[in-house]
């Protein structure tokens, strides 16, 4: 096992399309990082980089402290799995998880004893001798897995292992693909732009969007303390609801943010009152998760907007009920089909508002998050690392 490092790493394809700008990023012996964002951000281009099939256009890669600029692929110790398994149809399953072993010239007693190791450890030393055409689509991803790391790789990447598989399978491949990794302590990076993949699976995220790294920690800070709104609105289900406010300071008292109509004081005590006074007399962004919303009475007093309910989603043990504050909606670009403009409140299954009533939504200051709406940034102290 080793560390994996990319120092000010970017990548441009020959066509100009810049898929990797100035990352740096690094991943500790043993870790499970998940590369995570939307399509096209620049995730396989990264895992590509790494592998040694792509060059760098600038900066490096550094496998176990060293530079990997001249290490060709094979001498990488890298391995890796496709979202398509890419086993070999003709070979059996035994075959298909030996075949590296083949080519780096492994003695037959080892070849077997190594094969049936790995594959009692995917659950699968039972259907060694079939072909990939007679497996489910869970058998053929662990019969890849295995594959990947039958030869006890450095580092292990894996490139949406789980996206060709249904719902069911997916969460039940989720635990033991982390699990496993972490008991072979296998240094691995792992890409998808699923965030519940990336929340459940990974020690840590890094976030990428427009080949840019927007945001990197545990998935419990980059969850509770999104770098930008972008992340913020990526990261999290239901995702976070974002609607412009316009702010003006009202001194030594409180900051107002209007929001559609109505009107939320944040009181001047509060750290990030002062940083969002910055914003005197101009619209930002704020972000409020359904943790931060509880349903109030229309109209009572204190932090609290009423609106219409829009929309109504039954989960069985929880209603998700759309309320429109009649605020504007923020779109933070390449999340077209982010729903906007309205707070999303969690209820009880036996609550039942009907659509189109007047509803009270009280607001948890202290969980509220604003966002400069040019730049995306978070406004406010971070309070954590970076
Ligand atoms: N061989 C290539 N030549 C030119 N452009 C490429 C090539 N491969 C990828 N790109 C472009 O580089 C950008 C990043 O692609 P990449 O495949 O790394 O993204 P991704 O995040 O893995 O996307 P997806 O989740 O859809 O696989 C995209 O704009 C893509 O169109």
Redesign the pocket.
């Known amino acids: 096992m080793t560390t994996v490092a990319l120092r000010d790493v970017s990548l441009i394809?020959?066509?100009g399309?810049v898929?990797?700008q100035d990352v740096n990023l690094s991943v500790a012996d043993g870790e499970f990082m998940v590369l995570l964002?939307?399509?096209?951000?620049?995730?396989?281009?990264?895992l590509?980089m790494v592998a040694g099939l792509q060059r760098p256009t600038r900066g490096q890669v550094v496998l176990g402290g060293a530079p990997a600029d001249d290490v060709p692929a094979r001498s990488r110790g890298v391995s890796m799995v496709f979202q398509d398994f890419a086993l070999y149809p003709h070979l059996t399953v035994g075959d298909n998880i030996g075949f590296p072993l083949d080519v780096g010239g492994c003695l037959s007693a080892e070849r077997t004893e190594r094969i049936t190791e790995v594959a009692k450890a995917f659950g699968i030393d039972d259907l060694l001798g079939r072909r990939p055409a007679e497996l489910s689509g869970g058998q053929r991803q662990r019969a890849a897995m295995a594959r990947a790391i039958v030869r006890e790789p450095r580092v292990l990447l894996m490139?949406?292992p789980l996206s060709n598989l249904d719902a069911v399978l997916r969460s039940g491949l989720r635990g033991e693909i982390a699990g496993l990794a972490r008991s072979l302590g296998l240094t691995v990076l792992y890409?998808t732009?699923d965030q519940i993949e990336a929340q459940t699976m990974a020690d840590r995220i890094a976030v990428?969007r427009n080949?840019v790294l927007e945001d990197e920690g545990r998935p419990d800070e980059v969850y509770r303390n999104p770098a930008t709104m972008h992340v913020a609105a990526f990261v999290g289900s239901p995702r976070m609801s974002l609607f412009k406010a316009y702010v003006q300071v009202v001194v030594d008292s409180h900051v107002a943010l209007h929001i559609g109509g109505q009107t939320v004081e944040l009181p001047w005590p509060d750290m990030r009152a002062r940083a969002v006074a910055h914003y005197d007399g101009e619209d930002i962004a704020v972000g409020a998760r359904t943790e931060a919303l509880r349903p109030a009475p229309a109209g009572s007093s204190g932090p609290v907007l009423t609106g219409q309910v829009r929309h109504l989603e039954h989960h069985g043990h929880e209603t998700l009920v759309s309320v429109d504050v009649g605020a504007w909606g923020v779109e933070p670009c390449g999340l077209h089909e982010l729903r906007t403009g309205e707070l999303v409140l969690r209820v009880r299954p036996d609550v039942r508002p009907a659509h189109g009533e007047y509803v009270g939504v009280r607001l948890c200051l202290e969980e509220l998050h604003f966002f400069d709406l040019e730049n995306g940034r978070r406004i406010g102290p971070r309070g954590r690392r970076r």
């Open positions: 394809y020959p066509g399309t898929a990797v964002g939307p399509s096209g951000c620049g995730k396989s281009s990264i590509r490139d949406e890409v732009h990428l080949g």
